[in-house]
């Protein structure tokens, strides 16, 4: 064989490997890039920023949850009953405010029949860039989100979705395991993998025999933070549901732990932290098809630590809670009494003795948390 028939046969059988590359890829496409879930393969769900945008574009639901990890212990099998709707659950650990609302507008161009998007409005978004993208937390996978193909090369040329994710799935089809997903109810969920209470909460305080103190001025919102504020809510979430009037947009603001709001009175940021939610408030009130509900006024819940694996993370008790507390219409926020709610959170959390979650009964022994 010459030089020349050589390269020829060596190309031809890289073009082919390249094409049953690509092809088995796009084939099982574990990150639902080009179609929904093949009935054939079981599909597990463990990589939020991957699997979220495919799930949101190719599944069939009529209603969402999603947010931060302060959604991620809802079960869709309580919203799906409670609220008589089909709901998938794509939480964003970590994510801003855009990168959710970019992911909300795939999911509504995609299924403009939505009825409902129960959404997570945590404090750490107030404060972000209407923009802001958290590349920190890894390579952003812009490929998998947008439309082009010729960057698509980074996913079916990939060696680890090979290796990693369509191999294994193809093996456990050869092995005669049945097709499907990973349940809504398990895809993120970490309450039975923690334990909860004093002890872990306030670990490092307790070690260093560390009282709470007032150690810092008062603080407020500077005129740029507020107007930041006000653009947030403006392109992150007003603007979405103004475009979808017939999507109903349940938006609640969570029940932080005691130890986080204990940590804020310390460091003077209290007042500055409900200046900002009246803010996003005070934006979203006017559409119509938001609502608003605050759990902040869960006095007992969030000044219990055994409801808490950190000092904002609580367990799925407290998802179930809300999902009922929101199917029964219950803490809603209007513009009628709006600010008295914020009033009463802000004189609890001001006078709160938070030296009393140092002495609380502990109960982390119980990782599963109180049912």
């Known amino acids: 064989m010459n030089a020349k028939q050589w390269l020829k046969r060596y190309f031809l059988l890289l073009g082919a490997a390249l094409v049953l590359t690509i092809g088995l890829v796009v084939y099982v496409d574990p990150f639902f890039h080009y179609h929904a879930p093949n009935p054939e393969l079981y599909y597990p769900l463990n990589n939020q920023r991957s699997q979220n945008d495919g799930i949101l574009r190719h599944f069939d639901y009529n209603a969402i949850i999603t947010g931060n990890s302060m959604t991620e212990n809802f079960r869709t099998s309580e ?14 650990s970590g ?12 999911a509504l161009d995609t299924h403009p029949d939505t009825k409902l998007v129960i959404r997570c409005l945590d404090f750490y978004g107030f404060f972000q860039a209407p923009d802001a993208l958290r590349q920190e937390l ?8 947008d439309r082009n193909p010729f960057n698509d090369v980074k996913y079916v040329l990939n060696k680890d ?24 109810d398990q895809y993120s969920y970490w309450s039975d993998q923690f334990p909860y209470g004093k002890n872990t909460v306030l670990k490092k305080r307790l070690e260093l025999q560390k009282p709470y103190v007032q150690e810092s001025p008062v603080v407020h919102l500077t005129q740029e933070e507020a107007d ?14 103004l475009d979808h009037p017939d999507t109903q947009f349940y938006c609640f603001f969570p029940p932080f732990g005691g130890a986080y709001w204990g940590s804020l009175w310390e460091g003077g940021g209290l007042e500055k ?18 609502t608003l509900f605050s759990f902040l006024d869960w006095f007992d819940v969030i000044t219990d630590l055994n409801n808490y694996k950190d000092d904002s993370h609580y367990g799925a008790w407290i998802n179930t809670k809300m999902l009922q507390a929101m199917a029964a219409g219950e803490n809603r926020l209007t513009r009628e009494n709006y600010q ?17 979650l140092l002495t609380q009964e502990d109960l982390e022994d119980t990782p599963s948390g109180p049912q």
């Open 273 to 290: 932290t409900f200046e900002a939610q009246r803010l996003y408030i005070e934006a979203c009130l006017p559409c119509e098809n938001i």
């Open 79 to 92: 919203a799906d009953r409670l609220f008589g709707l089909d709901f998938v659950k794509t939480s964003f």
């Open 161 to 184: 979705i090979i290796f990693q994710r369509c191999l294994p799935i193809l093996a456990q089809r050869l092995r005669g395991e049945p097709g499907g997903v990973t349940p809504f």
């Open 228 to 241: 930041r504020i006000r653009a947030n809510a403006r392109e992150n979430l007003v603007q979405l549901a």
């Open 95 to 106: 994510a801003t405010y855009r990168e959710i609302n970019d992911r909300l507008t795939t």
């Open 340 to 356: 008295a709610h914020l009033q009463r959170v802000l004189d609890f959390y001001s006078t709160f003795d938070y030296n009393t």
């Open 138 to 145: 890894g390579s952003y996978p812009d490929y998998l989100y």
